[in-house]
């Protein structure tokens, strides 16, 4: 998978990291058991420093979405089915708020995050198929 | 000592006919995402002010080359006993000669940016399955590494062979006639010399082999799936070609140990065309297949693109960007990369991460050595001459 960052994003490299794991976990280019680069060769890739990509490794891997293995390193690990944390749930109350401080009705949004869904998880959405 | 100076003389036309050819194909060469060290949009590459700063970079070479083969011939006609000390010094004059071509041009190409408001991609890449680093070593082209120790294994079984049968007193340097005017007695590491220095020439070009996998190459925002599929096919291409040099080199010093056990073939043409075409011949397709790649392989077409998902569309912005971690669009300096080698902004060469403290000594450590050797050769030219 290809993990691509912005270091001249307003949103914190190590964050910008962190969420590119979880969408290739979520759209299978990442597949549980998949050993992630080390912590050295990833910062050296990209360009930043040791402590940005272990910061991300560690988040990840308090969330459940990586087991830190003391052999293979970071392996992509498959979090609880069904559960969604409180992060989870902030972000996405926080989505909502934006939609309605824009004007987007309940309808709308409830279509855009089924789009969101579908494209997270790899499949194409309706709207895309033009369905 | 005529015939060395005017020797010493064509070396230096040739060396500064030489860097007059290359220096105006740099910016041909170099990414379309940079002009002159300052990162742009591609689709600007050739935008009029653009195009009429090349054309002053091209016109400034030539005329700084012109300048320099005035100098030389000049020197030569003036000081002839003085060109052994020109062959030494003239080459980094070069140097003076590509910063007043190059920085007046970076210059321009940041205030341009600026006033433009030219949006451009930060975006550094990663591949998670496969890296720019990783395993490189074993990418390595070995063979070539490993037949030249072989033949330097042959060549020394030979010198062994060979030694019994030495004459107790061998020549060990010529004149320009490759008379014999130096004499030593014979001994083991007389005869395993040549041998030994060719070990040496092999771990240092095994070295630059290594450096240049590991090296850390440009990314193009829009499709950094081809830009991997380009640094492999790149690497490969370019490692063979430093493997095919250093058995070129092999052969060179080779020749000029076998000479030296059979100094009755020193005087034979032939063994001269061994000691230089396959070095010469080496280079020029290592040459050839550096400008034809272009910079970090962009101008490459690889048969087979890795069937990774895309990036997002990259998000473009204003301002300086990564462009603050190049002093005078050259010189590298980034805390936060632990790369230690990456791609030139200029030209397809390596540059380093001067933040490092390996590359601060390593670069400290080289211009020392440079600075002390010369001084030494030059004492010791000026108490000859």
Same mark, same amino acid.
């Given at each position: 998978?290809?993990?691509? +960052?912005?270091?001249?994003? &307003?949103?914190? +490299?190590?964050?910008? #990291?962190?969420?590119? +794991?979880? #969408?290739? +976990? &979520?759209?299978?280019? #990442?597949?549980?058991?998949? &050993? #992630?680069?080390?912590?050295r060769r990833l910062a050296s890739d990209l360009g930043i420093?040791?402590?940005?990509v272990n910061k991300s490794y560690a988040a990840l891997s308090a969330e459940g979405y990586l087991v830190i293995d003391r052999r293979r390193g970071a392996v992509v690990a498959r979090p609880p089915s069904g559960t969604s944390d409180a992060r989870s749930t902030r972000r996405l109350l926080l989505a909502a708020a934006e939609a309605i401080c824009r004007g987007t009705d309940e309808t709308a949004f409830l279509a855009l995050c089924s789009a969101c869904y579908q494209k997270a998880s790899g499949r194409p959405s309706n709207q895309e198929n033009g369905g | 000592m005529k015939e060395l100076n005017l020797f010493c003389f064509i070396c230096n036309i040739a060396v500064i006919v030489l860097c007059g050819a290359l220096l105006p194909i740099i910016p041909k060469i170099t990414r379309k995402s940079y002009l002159f060290g300052v990162k742009i949009p591609p689709s600007e590459q050739n935008c009029p002010e653009a195009v009429q700063m090349k054309r002053r970079y091209t016109a400034v070479c030539l005329i700084g080359t012109a300048f320099l083969l005035g100098l030389c011939t000049a020197q030569y006609l003036l000081y002839p006993g003085a060109t052994l000390l020109t062959m030494m010094y003239f080459p980094f004059l070069v140097i003076p000669l590509q910063a007043a071509a190059f920085l007046p041009n970076w210059r321009k190409a940041v205030r341009l940016k600026e006033e433009k408001r030219w949006?451009?991609?930060?975006?550094?890449?990663?591949?998670?399955?496969?890296?720019?680093?990783?395993?490189?070593?074993?990418?390595?082209?070995?063979?070539?590494?490993?037949?030249?120790?072989?033949?330097?294994?042959?060549?020394?079984?030979?010198?062994? !062979?060979?030694?019994?049968?030495?004459?107790?007193?061998?020549?060990?340097?010529?004149?320009?006639?490759?008379?014999a005017d130096g004499w030593g007695e014979k001994s083991l590491g007389l005869a395993l010399a040549i041998p030994l220095v060719n070990v040496g020439m092999v771990a240092l070009m095994w070295l630059c082999g290594a450096a240049f996998v590991k090296a850390k190459l440009q990314i193009d925002p829009l499709n950094p799936a081809l830009s991997f599929a380009q640094h492999k096919l790149y690497r490969r291409r370019v490692g063979h070609c430093l493997g095919g040099l250093t058995i070129a080199m092999v052969i060179t010093f080779l020749v000029i140990g076998l000479m030296l056990l059979w100094p009755e073939t020193i005087g034979n043409a032939l063994f001269w065309v061994l000691v230089f075409a396959p070095t010469i011949a080496a280079t020029a397709?290592?040459?050839?297949?550096?400008?034809? !790649?272009?910079?970090?392989?962009?101008?490459?077409?690889?048969?087979?693109?890795?069937?990774?998902?895309?990036?997002?569309?990259?998000?473009?912005?204003?301002?300086?960007?990564?462009?603050?971690?190049? !002093?005078?669009?050259?010189?590298?300096?980034?805390?936060?990369?632990?790369?230690?080698?990456?791609?030139?902004?200029?030209?397809?060469?390596?540059?380093?991460?001067?933040?490092?403290?390996?590359?601060?000594?390593?670069?400290?450590?080289?211009?020392?050595?440079?600075?002390?050797?010369?001084?030494?050769?030059?004492?010791?030219?000026?108490?000859?001459?």
């Amino acid at each position: 998978m290809i993990v691509e +960052i912005n270091t001249q994003d &307003a949103e914190p +490299i190590y964050e910008q #990291l962190r969420d590119r +794991i979880v #969408l290739g +976990i &979520a759209s299978g280019e #990442l597949t549980p058991g998949e &050993a #992630l680069p080390s912590v050295r060769r990833l910062a050296s890739d990209l360009g930043i420093n040791f402590h940005t990509v272990n910061k991300s490794y560690a988040a990840l891997s308090a969330e459940g979405y990586l087991v830190i293995d003391r052999r293979r390193g970071a392996v992509v690990a498959r979090p609880p089915s069904g559960t969604s944390d409180a992060r989870s749930t902030r972000r996405l109350l926080l989505a909502a708020a934006e939609a309605i401080c824009r004007g987007t009705d309940e309808t709308a949004f409830l279509a855009l995050c089924s789009a969101c869904y579908q494209k997270a998880s790899g499949r194409p959405s309706n709207q895309e198929n033009g369905g | 000592m005529k015939e060395l100076n005017l020797f010493c003389f064509i070396c230096n036309i040739a060396v500064i006919v030489l860097c007059g050819a290359l220096l105006p194909i740099i910016p041909k060469i170099t990414r379309k995402s940079y002009l002159f060290g300052v990162k742009i949009p591609p689709s600007e590459q050739n935008c009029p002010e653009a195009v009429q700063m090349k054309r002053r970079y091209t016109a400034v070479c030539l005329i700084g080359t012109a300048f320099l083969l005035g100098l030389c011939t000049a020197q030569y006609l003036l000081y002839p006993g003085a060109t052994l000390l020109t062959m030494m010094y003239f080459p980094f004059l070069v140097i003076p000669l590509q910063a007043a071509a190059f920085l007046p041009n970076w210059r321009k190409a940041v205030r341009l940016k600026e006033e433009k408001r030219w949006k451009v991609s930060n975006a550094s890449f990663a591949e998670t399955g496969s890296s720019y680093t990783r395993g490189t070593l074993k990418e390595m082209p070995w063979g070539w590494y490993l037949a030249g120790l072989a033949v330097i294994l042959v060549s020394v079984a030979v010198a062994l !062979a060979r030694y019994q049968s030495l004459p107790d007193i061998i020549p060990i340097h010529f004149d320009i006639h490759m008379v014999a005017d130096g004499w030593g007695e014979k001994s083991l590491g007389l005869a395993l010399a040549i041998p030994l220095v060719n070990v040496g020439m092999v771990a240092l070009m095994w070295l630059c082999g290594a450096a240049f996998v590991k090296a850390k190459l440009q990314i193009d925002p829009l499709n950094p799936a081809l830009s991997f599929a380009q640094h492999k096919l790149y690497r490969r291409r370019v490692g063979h070609c430093l493997g095919g040099l250093t058995i070129a080199m092999v052969i060179t010093f080779l020749v000029i140990g076998l000479m030296l056990l059979w100094p009755e073939t020193i005087g034979n043409a032939l063994f001269w065309v061994l000691v230089f075409a396959p070095t010469i011949a080496a280079t020029a397709v290592l040459v050839a297949v550096t400008l034809g !790649a272009g910079q970090g392989g962009c101008k490459l077409k690889p048969k087979t693109v890795p069937q990774t998902a895309s990036a997002a569309e990259p998000t473009l912005t204003e301002g300086r960007g990564d462009d603050k971690f190049w !002093a005078l669009g050259m010189f590298y300096y980034n805390p936060d990369n632990p790369a230690h080698l990456v791609e030139d902004r200029f030209g397809g060469n390596l540059g380093f991460n001067y933040a490092r403290l390996r590359v601060k000594i390593g670069v400290a450590l080289s211009l020392l050595a440079l600075v002390g050797s010369y001084a030494w050769l030059t004492v010791w030219l000026i108490s000859v001459i």
